[in-house]
């Protein structure tokens, strides 16, 4: 499964795949779910995880600046805040469209009675 188009729409990531459906995931859910090592962590041969201290991001962070497509597996995706080092494998990125929330629904004032 690959995308055949990617366009940034809102505060979403439209994904057209080349099997003709289409995905829209928020920028939050995405940067959240950076695949790098600093993100994520790392485990060693032993299986420990070894993750630096969590980073409270800012308006930035979630801001996507650009992407970039590596080799023919994976889109690297460079965000405002400059963070640059999760490559979102295809897969990943279809699991992460699959697995997001819905979209949240607007608050509604409540109705004066």
Not at 16 to 34: A, Q
Not at 81 to 94: K, P, V
Request: aromatic share 10%; with cysteine.
């Amino acid at each position: 499964m690959r995308p055949t188009d990617l366009q940034v729409i809102g505060d979403e990531l439209a994904v057209k795949w080349d099997d003709g459906s289409e995905s829209f995931v928020r920028l939050d859910w995405l940067r959240r779910r950076c695949p790098c090592a600093g993100c994520q962590g790392e485990r060693d041969v032993m299986g420990n995880l070894y993750k630096g201290p969590e980073r409270k991001l800012g308006p930035a962070a979630f801001q996507l600046v650009r992407f970039v497509p590596v080799g023919g597996y994976a889109v690297q995706l460079v965000w405002g805040d400059g963070h640059q080092t999760g490559l979102y494998a295809f897969d990943y990125l279809r699991r992460l469209a699959e697995a997001a929330p819905p979209d949240p629904q607007p608050q509604r004032p409540d109705k004066a009675t």
